[in-house]
């Protein structure tokens, strides 16, 4: 039986008292699991892309020479390594919901606000991390060509055009571009989490 099941139920008097305690907690196990489940797959398909990428820029850096791009490329791999983590502790968290023998409505309001505060530090660790990358491209490009070169070549229309370009799409990405990453992967399933706790009677601010 799925949430709708049960939502009938409880706008049908007679038919409610006609289920057990047992049979209201299966329906609602049955699609938080659901819900679960669908979460769990999304943060997989984070972790193994992140590992992929991580793979394909290592390999990419070691045919590089020692220069700005390449300084640049492993900086990247560390901030992949970091989120490789992160991903693993979002997975630990769902598993343990799975296996959980407490009440279900509780660990439900858990996961909710312990998820939402997980995608929260997401976004914004990205909003910090894009400016933070672009200011290292020109630290490594500095530090390549040296004080002197690199300011003359700043002043330069064709230089100041390509990093108004590349500045805006780092803003494009660390805003517009995360936020549609994100509610695309974790959006519907954290709008159903929210509705079974709007169903119980739970107020809890939206995702």
Known sequence: MELEDLKNIWKNGEAFKLKNEVELASMLRG???????????????????????????????????????????LSILIMLAGYSFYYIKKLVLLIRFDSSSENIKSNLEKLYLTFSSY???????????????????????????????????LIQTKTIIYLVFVAAVFFFCSTWLTTWYLRKLYGNQMDKLRDVLYELKQDFPAA
């Open 119 to 153: 995608l929260k530090f997401y976004k914004r660790s990205y909003t910090i991390l894009y400016p933070v990358y672009f200011c290292l491209g020109l630290i490594f490009g500095a530090l390549e060509r040296g004080t002197d070169e690199f300011l003359e070549a």
């Open 31 to 73: 699609t938080s699991q659901s819900i679960i489940s669908k979460l769990k797959k999304s943060v997989w398909f984070e972790l193994l892309f992140t590992i992929g990428a991580g793979i394909a820029l290592f390999i990419y850096a070691l045919t590089l020479p020692s220069g700005a791009l390449k300084w640049t490329s």
